[in-house]
């Protein structure tokens, strides 16, 4: 699975405005009723829930939200750079600003795993993320992010 399996040039977001954790995930549940055809309300909720079982705020200013719904058939991606730092309660405290929200059918199973997997490892490499952190165009986050050795791993 590539990143460009998740994510399209539509599902980036360059300039990401919030003020909060709470806000992003509201913001990003709007953008994303837009391309799964799902409630923004059901995917907020579902987003909500899973942070309560523990961040999803990975560190070094990166988070994952995640969640899985049962109307939605496939797997769906959306990448965001946010305008400015927030506080997103990360495993090391400091502020996130690269977010890449992952939505999943419920029946996903290995395949949520292996993705949230995949972004994960992409993410990992700060040299990379401080390139995403360089560029306000979306199309050239696209590029980055699809065009990277760890898009296409194993």
């Known amino acids: 699975m590539d990143i460009s399996d998740l994510i399209t040039p539509d599902r980036v977001v360059a300039h990401l405005k919030a003020t ?3 806000q992003a995930l509201q913001e990003l549940a709007r ?3 837009a391309f ?14 899973r942070e309560r079982l523990g961040t999803t705020g990975v560190g070094h200013g990166i988070a ?3 969640g899985k719904l049962a109307n939605l058939d496939r797997l769906y991606g959306l990448f965001a750079r946010l305008d400015a730092p927030i506080d997103f309660d990360a495993i ?3 502020p996130v600003d690269l977010v890449f929200l992952l939505l999943a059918p419920e029946s996903a199973g290995a395949d949520h795993l292996k993705a949230l997997a995949r972004v994960s490892r992409l993410l990992r490499d700060r ?6 952190r360089g560029s306000s165009n979306g199309d050239a986050l696209y590029a980055l992010l699809t065009d990277s050795p760890a898009s ?3």
Do not use: M
């Open 20 to 22: 909060s954790k709470k």
């Open 31 to 33: 953008r994303a009723a």
């Open 36 to 49: 799964t055809g799902l409630h923004e309300r059901a995917i907020f909720e579902v987003l909500l829930e």
């Open 64 to 66: 994952i939200p995640h």
């Open 92 to 94: 090391d405290e400091q």
């Open 127 to 132: 040299a990379f993320c401080e390139k995403l």
């Open 152 to 154: 296409h791993a194993a």
